[in-house]
């Protein structure tokens, strides 16, 4: 048995590689370092052998992968010695706002769709005393708030076009390198404000640029058809998905999203609601893990292409589950087929229930 030290977080890990000045106070909670799982058994239902791992970010410490971001623009926040932020957000970067901003002592406020926010994303935010401005419009449309009103008070945007926060994602890119022992073939991961594929392609790219690896992933990356821009070549005006975590009509990081899909020799491509739906509840029951249901779409892309040839035999894959699925408690309830019987509180009835299920399930 030997003793390892304490993980204390991203920044600390990396910061040779981080923009960040020796002296600044780190304001972390201990984001980073997360699972890279490689799928047992959905794998032997393909037609071609691929090596499929998955990056757990729902296990980052407000359960998506906006921590890493985060630890980044709120250390960077209290640094230029400001004293709050804001974001607009599907739901994750507010919870992640909120609790960050708590750790570091400042006000957060953040702008969020009316009607169209996970319960436990809500539930975050709220508990953790971020001032919450509900508008009667979408993701966009708080966007677009957020970027004129911060050049008229003084708050700091903590979305992802602060850079800040990419330089905190990529990250994510570091750790599958060092776990893996080399970059993965393809690279699959949902595709919404367009952040998070700029991030990995930076961190992948920075490595490869090191001479720590040889070579960099495809990015492909996943939209759901009702919330496509990248698809439509142009901004969706009215983006509706189940998947709100990507439900976003005007992508931020537009350009750099198209560059990493160029220079990489990846694709975009889209799925439906009950494609996503599927590819969550594939990998909560043959695989146990529960993601929500924007990160499920990388699955649902992954299987996609390697049963169409696209990705050949022999690749390894990794995908990004970008958030827990605990933080949508509400779309997993509603889809879930599993069986719940109800009996008297006696012995009989539960093991004749117990017997018969068995014996369907022959
Ligand atoms: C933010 C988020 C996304 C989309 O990431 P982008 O960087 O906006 O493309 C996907 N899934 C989850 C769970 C998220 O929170």
């Given at each position: ?15 040779d ?7 600044a ?23 071609a052998?691929v ?5 757990y ?17 709120i ?25 960050y901003?708590?750790?570091a ?17 809500l539930?975050?935010?709220?508990m ?12 966009d449309?708080?966007?677009q ?6 050049s ?35 690279h ?40 496509a ?5 142009h901004?969706?005006i ?16 537009w350009?750099?999203?198209w ?9 975009f ?11 969550q509840?594939l ?29 050949p035999?022999g ?15 509400d ?11 109800k ?20």
């Open positions: 048995m030997s003793f390892r030290p304490r993980y204390t977080g991203l920044i600390e890990r990396y910061r590689f981080l923009p960040l000045s020796d002296d106070r780190i304001i972390s909670l201990g984001e980073g370092d997360t699972p890279l799982i490689r799928l047992n058994n959905i794998p032997k239902e393909l037609p052998e090596a499929i791992y998955v990056k970010e729902g296990l980052n410490p407000t359960g998506s992968f906006k921590d890493r971001g985060m630890t980044m623009a250390t960077k926040t209290v640094a230029a010695g400001n004293h709050a932020v804001i974001c607009a957000s599907t739901g994750n970067t507010s919870a992640s706002a909120a609790a901003a708590a750790r002592g400042l006000i957060a406020f953040v702008i969020i769709p009316e009607g169209k926010i996970a319960q436990g994303k539930a975050q935010a709220m953790h005393g971020a001032v919450i401005i509900q508008i009667e419009g979408n993701f449309d708080g966007m708030i957020v970027k004129e009103v911060s008229q008070a003084p708050v700091e945007i903590v979305n992802s076009i602060n850079p800040f926060r990419l330089q905190g994602q990529k990250t994510a890119a570091f750790e599958i390198i060092e776990e893996l022992g080399r970059a993965p073939d393809y699959c991961l949902p595709l919404g404000n367009a952040g998070n594929i700029s991030a990995y392609w930076m961190g992948y790219t920075q490595f490869y640029q090191e001479g720590i690896v040889t070579k960099r992933p495809k990015m492909c990356a996943y939209q759901a058809s009702g919330a821009p990248f698809l439509r070549g901004p969706v009215n983006p509706e998905t189940v998947a709100t975590a990507i439900r976003i009509g005007n992508p931020q990081s350009d750099l999203a560059a990493a899909q160029r220079e990489s020799g990846g694709w491509d889209e799925f439906s609601d009950e494609e996503i739906l599927a590819a509840k990998l909560a029951v043959k695989e146990g893990i529960f993601c929500e249901p924007a990160s499920a779409i990388s699955i649902a892309g992954a299987l996609r292409d390697v049963k169409s040839g696209k990705i035999a690749s390894v894959i990794t995908c990004t589950l970008t958030g827990h699925g605990l933080k949508d408690p779309t997993a309830i509603k889809q879930s087929t599993g069986p719940v019987i009996v008297k509180a006696t012995l009989t009835e539960v093991k004749q229930a117990i017997l018969a299920n068995l014996e369907n399930l022959k």
